[in-house]
């Protein structure tokens, strides 16, 4: 049959995502992938250079996403399919463009884990994420802030003389474009996947993109890759080099192997082929290469020990199967970002497909003898100079302009594009596009006057062109408001505080207030953020502010005044949030945490007696074990001091329950 592409229907059970946080996230940036302390000096010298480039200090201006659930419900949704006589991709252009499912079509075999349920989880650098197929990675270290974002997409010409599935947005991290061109030629076995970042902009850039490829992680299942060492890194933060496959007595390059998740940055020596594949017991499974600009390949697994056993079972539907992770990634690690000239582009091809290898040489003990094997069957389904013809073949036609859109993305890269008057070949991002979020901008733009309607601030804008045009915009609440934020962003704290002043005097109230709650917490002055944190939640309410932000302002005033050791305030506050919004697993914990506050703590074990899950819950956040483990210390230790024998007992009488569970018994 001739390639094809076509929209359809994917019905499954999903939580709903729920709104954005509309509350500015002015916080310190904590991240799990970030190197803890110690110096670069043993990493080589490029490596280093590069985990010194620009890491993400902020999310903004990106809102975080935070508020979804774990009830999930039958939902239809949107997808593409592309198809040849081999092969079928199904895609979600409005999640982030993730490839859910490829199919072999001549053995039935799916090539990827499909998770069978669409469950957010707190692992984008924004938060909601979600497990299984293809996605891909672009901003800063981290799943991207689009993992759950509408993609536009559209029907191109391929190289071929078919069609090709082209995926683009505007990432506003970096503030950077980027598109995925997706086909399959007449005949193959191979998903090819063209990608392009740009950088229009007159400066360097740091690029950073990870295609992350979910796995099934059945016994016996091998990942392999063309390297003899590896860089591990776990969630101790620590990264060394070690040899593969074997590491403290086991073979890692079995997913099951180890109890403990961890990630294995493959150290592939320059010249070699890139490639990473993950095969089963009987020597059948997917394998991925690609052009040689994409360097970096890793091996992301979860671990048979009781923490990653119980996230594989929080991603999806307890006892439907895990999954581990085959990546490809511009650099040799995630802790890296690549500098992108002023103008230029970064530009590779990937390809993914079926491998069948022999299982006994798969499986061989001798892991030069198992890599020459796959590495072998690879050439001989997919010749490395086939690839590099094909990447030859699409350069033409990554500029052709979109024959039909078949999805619509955002406005912000309409709004960049106009701002920068900015001509990006074959990713129009129309005008059609803007919608409310961007009007008050566009209108900045136009105008040099910003204002906005309703009870709170939409989205702000951060990059230096838009904080040059709020500095010499017609003044006004919301100007130095979003003024703020840009210069809060910038690191100018001092001129953030006289902003948010000024929108607070010009009758901008709690949204001005909750800015300068955050800054006096973050300058190391807890009373007084406490103060104004109580003063914003107040003011809120009386203005009626939408439950989104009622609930993001409580949450973070209740952290606040418990910070500054005002339980009974932090009690009132609770007490005043919406039924729903106390039923939240998130402010169940804060319940929890509040009554151990008080001094109550046979109260706050009750709380976690009567169970409740936080639907939030960060990748690596170990919250919950801690609060459950400080009220056991004090129901053992009573009124008296907390000491080391006091920690051993509580833990000893009070274990760990699995529920809670996520990494909080093993450290």
Known sequence: MATTIRRTVLTLPAAPLGPENPLPPLGSFGDVH???????????ADMARQMRYAPLRSLLPVRRRDDYTRRRVTTDLDAIVIENDRLRATVLPSLGGRVHSLE??????????????LQPAGFALNGAWFSGGIEWN????????????????ARVPAPDGGEMLRLWEWERLRDLPFQ????????????????????????????????NTAVPEAPGTRVLAPAESAWHFDYRRSLRRVTVPHLDGADRSYPLAGDRHADYFYDVPDGERRWIASLDEGGHGLVQTSTDLLRGRKLFLWGAGPSGRRWQRWLTEPGTGGYAEIQAGLARTQLEHVPLEAGGEFAWLEAYGPLAADPARVHDTDWRAARAEVAGRLEAALPRAAVDAAYAAWRPYADHEPKEVL????????????????VLSGTPFPAETLGDQQRPWRELLRTGTLTEGGTEPGPSLVSPRWRELLESAEPGPYTAYHLGVAQWHAGDRSQAVRSWERALRAGLTWPALRCLAAADRAGGHPERAADRYAAAVTEARAARASRPALAALAHEAVTALLAAGRPDAAADVLAGAHPATRAHGRFRLLRARVLLARGDAAAARAVFDEG??????????????????????RLVAGDGPVTEAVRARARELHPLPDRYDFGGSEG
Do not use: I, M, Q
């Open 104 to 117: 072999h079509k001549p053995s039935g075999r799916p090539l990827l884990y499909t998770n069978p349920v």
């Open 138 to 153: 672009t901003g800063a270290t981290g799943h991207s802030p689009l993992s759950v974002a509408p993609l536009h997409a």
């Open 34 to 44: 970030r190197l803890g302390p110690g110096g670069l000096d043993d990493f080589p």
């Open 407 to 422: 999805a619509t993305g955002s406005g912000w890269g309409a709004l960049e594009v106009e701002r920068g008057g900015l």
């Open 612 to 633: 409740f899950d936080v639907d939030d819950l960060r990748e690596g956040e170990l919250t919950v074990a801690d609060v459950w483990f400080a009220v056991a210390e």
């Open 180 to 211: 995925v061109d997706l086909w399959l030629p007449d005949g193959s076995d191979f998903l090819y996947a063209a990608v392009r970042v740009r950088n229009p902009h007159d400066r360097p850039a740091p690029v950073y993109w990870w295609s």
